[in-house]
């Protein structure tokens, strides 16, 4: 029989050690995000009144405390047939999980928003997802 030494013997025990605990831990739970994309089809849509009006509506609503991240957009002026440029305004924000859109959902702050600006557009287009966050 070989004879280990001390030293090799240390070496691997602590290699052993530090690789235990990961043994029986569970798997890292990647974080969810929720997106909520919301597209803005204008009443008038050639008023840049109402524009101005609905982008004045859409700061407010973007102070919701469970609201990560907010971007307000207009259609870019790129060109290919797959790009849906009929909308006036977008508004994408970003929530930690459904819990919280629904909170976002239920908040003062929206509901005002929703009764002070619906007469604004005609049509609303909303996308919502949820996904790992990378």
């Known amino acids: 029989m070989k004879k280990a030494s001390r030293r090799s013997f240390l070496q691997k025990a602590g ?4 690789a235990g605990p990961s043994l029986f831990t569970q798997p890292e739970k990647k974080k969810e995000l929720f997106v909520h994309h919301v597209f803005f089809y204008l009443k008038n849509p050639d008023s840049a009144q109402d524009e101005a009006k609905l982008l004045e509506g859409l ?5 919701v405390s469970t609201i990560q991240m907010v971007h307000i957009g207009r259609p870019a002026s790129t ?3 797959v790009i849906e440029k009929g909308y006036a ?26 009764e002070d600006y619906a ?10 997802s949820v996904g790992n966050k990378r």
């Open 15 to 18: 290699l052993a050690a530090a």
């Open 59 to 63: 700061e407010k609503l973007s102070k």
């Open 79 to 81: 060109n290919r047939s």
């Open 89 to 114: 305004v977008s508004w994408l924000c970003f929530f930690k999980n459904l819990i919280e859109e629904e909170m976002y959902q239920t908040d003062p702050i929206h509901l005002k928003f929703v």
């Open 119 to 128: 007469h604004l557009w005609e049509k609303v287009v909303v996308y919502d």
